[in-house]
């Protein structure tokens, strides 16, 4: 049997605390029909009020060590209380493979939000990047408490997006007022051109987004400046093209490629810089193990380097 679990994530004093305790007293979650384990990561000045539950069916466990998580410890956990449900409450400093990591096979995310304390969040940003970026990698919503009515939100709203497309924005302003993100995001690059001329520094942007929205560019036309890789694993006439992409820090970049189709493949070396055009065809594809984009070439030249070897998404 599934068990689904409720991840929420943020740094200290974000707010977590407080919408678990909202979350547990509210009869929508807390039906009272199974038990529901709490696993708290991490302990702040604000702390869960059991007698406020709606139903006296939750458990909580606290988990103050890291050793401690992991897979026999959290499924004994769960079968000592019984839970059909697992909320928590993660530790802001520890890394989300961890917990991913430690869960017991039969447990799934069902709900992955992140909280943030909108006057702290860009010191934690730009002392602690590789943190802010694991919170908001795979979170549904990231939701800014104690917003400032003045405040501008556009650098909350750039770190956000230059992260994950997909998350929504919501923010709670001093006087409970919530309010949702509109911000509009405009691709630095024409979809509905002839052909999309993608700059050296959006190929990172460009990516992301064929990955997201793959069946928007079937058909399409594109050319840009990458890098080449081949390998003997690849099928015939193809090879690999893409940039180096920075997610956060110097140990986190990796290589974001697409597989490219081309009869005189062969006259490819590895890692040569190339100006590559290209049909985009969205298909089943061996190389991913799935459907993708794969780049059917049109034109190819030698190129020299750009600027930087490497890009980002901010």
């Known amino acids: 049997m599934e068990i689904p679990v409720y991840l929420f994530t943020g740094f200290l004093d974000a707010g977590k605390t407080k919408f678990i ?5 509210d009869e929508r979650f807390n039906d009272g029909k199974g038990n529901i384990l709490v696993l708290l990561c991490e302990e702040g000045e604000e702390e869960l009020d059991e007698s406020k539950f709606v139903h006296p069916n939750v458990a909580i466990e606290v988990i103050d060590d890291i050793e ?15 839970a059909k449900k697992i909320v928590v409450e993660y530790n802001g400093m520890w890394t989300l493979d961890k917990f991913f990591e430690a869960m017991p096979s ?13 006057n702290t969040y860009l010191t934690y940003n730009a002392n602690m990047r590789s943190l802010v970026v694991d919170k908001l990698n795979n979170c549904d919503a990231i939701i800014f408490n104690r917003v400032p009515y003045e405040m501008d939100k556009m650098e909350l709203h750039k770190i956000v997006r230059g992260i994950s497309r997909a998350a929504a924005i919501i923010y709670d302003h001093v006087d409970g007022k919530v309010q949702m993100d509109e911000i509009e995001d405009p691709l630095p690059f024409d979809i509905n051109a002839p052909i999309i001329e993608i700059a050296d520094t959006d190929y990172a942007l460009w990516y992301r987004d064929i990955t997201e929205e793959m069946d928007k560019y079937n058909g399409k036309t594109v050319k840009f400046k990458v890098m080449t890789a081949k390998g003997d694993h690849l099928p015939k006439n ?3 093209v893409g940039r180096h992409i920075m997610t956060c820090c110097a140990d986190d970049i990796a290589f974001g490629g697409l597989l490219c189709e081309w009869e005189s493949s062969s006259c490819i070396k590895n890692k040569e810089w190339i100006n590559l055009t290209a049909k985009i ?8 193990g799935r459907v993708g984009p794969v780049l059917k070439a049109i034109n190819v030249d030698l190129a020299n380097p750009p600027t930087e070897d490497v890009v980002t998404f901010y």
């Open 68 to 82: 401690h998580l992991n897979k026999f410890e959290l499924a004994a956990m769960q079968k000592k209380h019984k």
């Open 106 to 118: 039969s447990w799934l995310i069902y709900q992955e939000m992140s909280f943030a304390d909108s």
């Open 238 to 240: 193809s090879f690999i």
């Open 21 to 25: 305790q909202e979350t547990l007293t």
């Open 281 to 288: 065809e969205i298909k089943n594809c061996s190389v991913y």
